[in-house]
């Protein structure tokens, strides 16, 4: 097997977030569910984008983000979603290349526009996402290039683009891609409601012997494997994935694999301001750390550094140095 020119390559939705400070009552005014993530159609979208306050825009979309954190500690990546012919198009596409991933995908032509997530924070950091996926949920087999996904270590794919019928038919091929490769794939499960609606084709993966490093939160684990506790969801999945990696929020990480179990607190965070990517960094703290062949324990702190960078200022973008972070923490 030739060594991969990419550590990971990703395929998410291309999203421009859009976020704004709200307080509570505006969550229940407008009936929207606190703290978790809704499709919209476009009339929603205009309603709450009319709602919200003074916004900041960003490129986002969560596979997107944790490409971001892994180019800020220096991995080589690449990303594979769709955008449209349109203004917000060409921000999302300059973002992510002026991070420093590789993005190739050609924009799509007429309507629907770019994804947008409209995201509103309450006081204590929460985050409660409405998002319009626009463009990025016609991204069509065609538009995967093969030979990149089989020239990368690490294939990660984004639970949330599971949803419309052309992206997952893309990632079904581009998993057979990597593993006729003989790459690993890596999926994360976005979302409890993804689940629901796919759980049958995430336990099926799984069975395969397809996945290679699972991501879940702790809500989505109980989601997957019909355990309400905590250890009893470990249980479930344990022997099913190599690597399975679950956070807690504030309890932290939990990694098992090959029989061994690894456990590590949340790191210190002086002001939880938004919770919005804290997943998303994780991950990106994770996956550097294996790639780069840093034990289990050491990739999940590096994780739940990622992590507290992100919750502690507006947006799912670091902020600070993560090479920086990292090192201080781990040497």
Not at 266 to 286: H, I, N, Q, S
Not at 310 to 323: D, V
Request: aromatic content about 6%.
């Amino acid at each position: 097997m030739s060594q991969p020119s990419t550590q990971v390559i990703a395929i998410g939705n291309a999203i421009v977030d859009v976020m704004a400070p709200c307080d509570d009552a505006l969550i229940e005014r407008f009936g929207m569910t606190r703290g978790g993530m809704t499709l919209i159609d476009t009339d929603r979208a205009k309603e709450l984008y009319a709602a919200m306050g003074p916004a900041r825009e960003i490129s986002g979309g969560s596979a997107a983000n944790t490409l971001a954190g892994l180019a800020a500690l220096g991995a080589r990546c690449a990303f594979i979603g769709q955008v449209a012919q349109d203004q917000l198009g060409e921000v999302f596409a300059h973002d992510i290349r002026a991070g420093g991933i590789r993005f190739d995908t050609a924009a799509r032509a007429g309507d629907p526009p770019t994804a947008r997530c409209l995201i509103f924070v309450t006081p204590d950091g929460q985050r409660t996402m409405n998002t319009f996926l626009g463009a990025s949920q016609y991204l069509p087999a065609a538009a995967l290039d093969e030979a990149a996904i089989a020239d990368a270590e690490i294939l990660y794919l984004e639970g949330y683009l599971w949803d419309p019928e052309e992206p997952r038919a893309a990632m079904r091929r581009a998993i057979a891609a990597a593993k006729s490769a003989g790459r690993k794939v890596a999926f994360t499960l976005s979302d409890a409601f993804v689940i629901d609606r796919h759980g049958d084709d995430f336990r099926a993966m799984i069975d395969a012997g397809d996945i290679d490093i699972l991501f879940a939160n702790h809500i989505e684990l109980a989601s997957l494997t019909g355990q309400d506790d905590f250890h009893a969801g470990i249980d479930a999945l344990k022997d099913k994935v190599p690597l399975l990696v679950v956070t807690r929020s504030e309890q932290g990480a939990v990694a098992a694999s090959g029989g061994e179990l690894y456990e590590v607190p949340a790191e210190p965070v002086a002001k939880v301001v938004d919770t919005t990517g804290a997943g998303d960094l994780f991950a990106a703290g994770f996956l550097y750390g294996h790639v780069n062949g840093r034990a289990i324990d050491e990739c999940l702190t590096m994780g739940a550094v990622c992590a507290a960078e992100i919750i502690s200022h507006y947006g799912a973008r670091p902020e600070a140095s993560l090479t920086e972070l990292v090192a201080r923490r781990l040497g």
